[in-house]
């Protein structure tokens, strides 16, 4: 029985004359049963318009070798593309290797390996290049413009350079699209000196050839580059800039410091060249504006455009988070999805970062359960924002069961996790994972080795620090930061080894000039050890580094005060004045019931005030017969009736008496925790057979049954 194609939109169907009544009256077009060569050709050609292709590809394959047209380049080599356009590389190498060489041509080889480098598959297309050359059939200008982004997503110059030498023997330097492609290979192997002399030397360029030398050098991060690029572009009176010029132009202006008057410029020159319909034009607008401090325009563009996609909203939220306005990020992402926009992987990463910044734990469940219902929780930004939202809200198991549920986690999820573990006071456990994540084969980066240098200070490891210390370069061949000699200074002062981490800022390289990080490490544990002589000189470079930071004052002033040095105390305390400087208030706050209440010292403006104060005095009572001793070093005026009313007490009381019977206490609070009051949690958390979890300025405390998950080493 023969068998009739049918063709409707796009789409191939084989039926036999027995089931043409399921066919509904001129739904599809009738295509004669035999198929030619032309045919088959069309169907291809139609097929990979459409999205799904897949199974027309295999439709279309079938009658390629039933009817013997195996040996025809042309069917074969639309038929690759297809399989590649549907997501089947496998099965059009499969279908490659399966072909006779004698019917592979350059234009085969080339299908080929243009799929695999869109696939990020590099080494496989160069591998199939370097075959196709050992096979006979040499390379023509666009193989070269195919495997030369291959030779870019390795990041590695050394291909390039080769591909670069074979380009030019073969005479192809002089066509525009390769030598736009070596320059955007050079570019991303960050070689811009090769990737402005390739550009120089073009006989001709166009838009494309300028956009990849603006994009390479805001790639690498010259931006000023960029921008006389760009300038060159308008100069050229045959070429108009489009949405990747402006845009790449934008973004050099956002991340320059004084790009706001250049962004405004490029803003009047994408209105003239009617750029600003366009909504990727008008994102990056935005993105600038925010960026470099113009608010007002940013919010005043954003409510100018008409057509809002997800990307103009994930701009706003991010441009208001890092302005510091974690609650207004969040409502905008609430609006968008009343707006009816479906939220993508940034839009869920920023919402997360937002609520943990509010500690505001309620929401980020919500936005989890959203995750879940769209299918977003296998995206490693969205898990590593999770991790890190219950982490900062207080749920390390939590943020331990969203980690421990993910699928071969990358290696910023895995830093993310080792970060909660120190910010808990749980290092044995961030050490521990971190040997885990090496056996496994992931790399670290800068940001996972200041979390694990900063455990080991936190629990006193100071020769496992500086093994993780020298590995960095020798074994990771990383370079050190100042955050890393800021992690040492902090492990070997914590470790009451002042002079040691004075010498180890005095080592450090020339190059490594000690910033506020290092010298405010050195400064915070003289307050602790009582050290005065290092103290003064400590506070003294940071007096030079950071003149209107408040706190190094106050912290000096605090070391003279318990030295007995009231007068040296009090000068400091002038000098303060004189510069018109003010000591931060400390403030608390807890969440009760979806409400917050803030409290700062001495507070009396809850309407339970009464039963607070009440509380706390019974409580003091029971402590005294436990023994406890109040530590009036960090009473104001060395009063113990101050020390009971710090706000992370006047917290923890409301807590007591408001929260549900057995529901875990979290307070946030705006400063670092005073020892009198890690003293009292304790107690409190064994008294009331309650978990308290105290988020302050430094990390998390995590009280239970008269222990702190610091281990009082803190």
């Not at 990771?476 to 040492?488: K, P, R, T, V």
């Not at 057995?662 to 309650?690: L, Q, W």
């Amino acid at each position: 029985m023969k068998s009739y194609f049918f063709l409707k939109n796009n789409y191939l169907k084989i039926l036999s004359p027995s089931n043409f009544h399921t066919l509904k009256p001129r739904s599809y077009h009738r295509i004669p049963w035999q198929l030619t060569p032309t045919h088959l050709n069309s169907l291809l050609n139609a097929a990979t318009q459409n999205n799904k292709c897949f199974k027309q590809a295999t439709q279309i394959h079938t009658q390629i070798i039933i009817n013997r047209y195996t040996t025809f380049p042309f069917l074969l080599n639309n038929l690759l593309n297809l399989y590649a356009n549907s997501g089947q590389i496998i099965k059009s190498l499969i279908l490659f290797s399966n072909i006779e060489d004698c019917c592979k041509n350059v234009i085969t080889w080339t299908s080929l390996i243009t799929n695999l480098s869109r696939n990020n598959i590099p080494n496989k297309a160069l591998t199939l290049f370097n075959q196709m050359r050992v096979s006979g059939v040499n390379p023509n200008q666009f193989t070269f413009s195919a495997i030369l982004p291959a030779c870019a997503n390795l990041k590695n110059p050394f291909h390039g350079v080769q591909m670069h030498s074979l380009i030019w023997k073969h005479g192809f330097d002089i066509h525009v699209f390769v030598g736009s492609a070596l320059v955007n290979m050079y570019a991303k192997c960050c070689d811009m000196l090769c990737a402005q002399k390739v550009f120089d030397e073009m006989p001709e360029r166009n838009l494309v050839s300028w956009n990849s030398m603006i994009v390479g050098f805001l790639d690498n991060e010259v931006y000023d580059h960029a921008l006389l690029i760009f300038k060159e572009v308008l100069r050229e009176t045959s070429i108009t800039p489009n949405e990747v010029s402006a845009s790449s132009a934008l973004t050099a202006c956002a991340n320059m410091d004084d790009g706001l008057d250049v962004g405004k410029q490029v803003h009047g020159i994408v209105f003239k060249c009617g750029l600003i319909t366009l909504a990727y034009v008008k994102n990056s607008l935005m993105d600038m504006y925010w960026k470099c401090g113009s608010f007002e325009d940013a919010v005043t563009l954003f409510k100018s455009i008409a057509e809002k996609d997800v990307v103009t909203w994930n701009v706003l939220m991010l441009g208001v988070h890092k302005n510091n306005d974690f609650e207004e990020a969040f409502k905008y992402f609430v609006l968008m999805r009343s707006q009816g926009v479906s939220p993508d992987e940034a839009s869920y990463s920023t919402a997360l970062n937002a609520c943990a910044s509010l500690a505001a734990l309620n929401q980020g469940m919500l936005i989890h359960n959203l995750i879940l219902k769209s299918g977003f929780e296998k995206d490693m930004s969205v898990a590593s924002s999770l991790i890190a939202m219950y982490a900062k809200c207080g749920s390390l198991v939590d943020a331990q069961r969203v980690f421990y549920a993910i699928n071969n986690p990358n290696v910023v999820c895995w830093t993310v996790m080792i970060s909660a573990f120190q910010q808990y006071g749980c290092s044995n456990q961030a050490i521990e994972l971190f040997e885990n994540m090496l056996h496994q084969g992931i790399k670290p980066d800068y940001r996972t080795f200041v979390c694990v240098l900063s455990a080991c200070a936190h629990t006193g490891k100071v020769e496992e620090g500086f093994a993780y210390f020298n590995s960095v370069e020798s074994v990771h061949n990383m370079n050190l930061g100042h955050e890393h000699y800021a992690c040492m200074v902090d492990l070997l002062s914590r470790a009451g080894r002042l002079e040691e981490a004075k010498r180890f800022i005095e080592s450090m390289p020339v190059s490594m000039n000690p910033g506020p990080s290092v010298w405010g490490a050195l400064l915070g544990a003289c307050r602790n050890h009582g050290n005065l002589e290092i103290g003064k000189e400590a506070a003294e470079k940071l007096f030079l580094i950071e003149p209107r930071n408040p706190g190094n004052y106050v912290i000096l002033a605090n070391i003279y005060t318990r030295k007995g040095k009231l007068q040296e105390a009090d000068e400091i305390r002038r000098r303060m004045g004189v510069q018109g400087l003010r000591k931060e208030h400390g403030c608390s706050w807890i969440d009760v019931n979806n409400t917050t209440f803030v409290f700062t010292a001495n507070d009396k403006s809850h309407p339970r005030t009464h039963e607070i104060y009440t509380l706390l005095r019974k409580f003091k009572e029971q402590l005294k017969k436990r023994g406890y001793l109040s530590d009036t070093n960090f009473a104001a005026n060395n009063t113990e009736e101050s020390l009971w009313h710090h706000s992370e007490k006047l917290a923890l009381a409301l807590g007591l008496l408001a929260l549900p019977v057995g529901a875990p206490i979290r307070i946030k609070k705006n400063m670092r925790t005073c020892g009198d009051c890690h003293t009292v949690m304790k107690y409190a958390s064994e008294i009331f057979n309650r978990e308290i979890i105290v988020r302050d300025v430094n990390r998390f405390h995590h009280f239970s049954a008269g222990n702190c998950s610091c281990k009082d080493y803190w």
